[in-house]
């Protein structure tokens, strides 16, 4: 049988969480149980956490992990309040989740190379936060008021993260990319979200290997000292959310697949 193994990012212990059969990794500031993995040994980013949030363990488990998985081996990611399931439609309950908790490779799966979250949309936004945020979008083109095929990934960033800084980031591609990000953040009104993903340990490598190497390249030009705010200080989190769409389609057989969001009070 094929093995599935999922690992879940939290910046802080969760008894819930514990619970379910899933891999627990740690981030940030907080002291974490053995139950959890830790980023602090080995080669890591542990320092930058508050702005590439789980990023930090993706790095880690990258540097120090990785190439001890079997080749066959699907691994996957998620968040402490983001998890992959069977079905999203059926889950109310604590115990909703743990019986729909996607955790053995479904048959569909032979057919494909990665999994990815379904979609969230972003077109359509109320006017009155398109007008307050996006002013500098529509003095630039006022038919995004309208149009909403123009209310893409593109506007939808400059709008929560800062004007142009996605347009910027992707200078820092090599020239395929750079030109094929473009056109796909200005077709695209909708992307798959929360840097969660499935896939095996090639492809994995090749993510890994092109998410950081443009991160960096963009962190040079953004540095960290002026993100401020939950809407930027995250920035290189938010700027790999959009990259894996566009990666993930561009370079594998991909799947879109359920996700929750769920919290346990």
Known sequence: MTKLKIFCVTNEQKKYLEKLPIILAG???????K?????????NIQHKEQYY???TFHYWYWKNKLKNENKNTWIGFSQKRRFWVK???K???FDDLKKNLLIKVPNLWKKYESIICKPIYVHNPKKMKLIKRGWKNIL??????????KQNIELQFDMHHGYKILDKSI???NKEDKILFKKFIKKETKFNPHIMFISKKNILNKWFKDLFTWLFKCEKLFG???????DQKRLYAYLAERYLSYWFQKNTKYLESDWIFFEKK
Request: hydrophobic share 20%.
């Open 87 to 89: 079905n999203n439609k």
């Open 53 to 55: 949030s789980e990023l």
């Open 35 to 43: 139950k959890y993995l830790s980023c602090l040994k080995g080669k």
């Open 27 to 33: 981030v940030g500031n907080k002291k974490f149980s």
């Open 171 to 173: 200078d820092c591609l």
């Open 91 to 93: 889950i109310k309950t």
């Open 224 to 230: 960290t000292k002026n993100l401020k705010g939950y």
């Open 140 to 149: 630039e083109d006022p038919s995004v008021l309208t149009d909403r095929s």
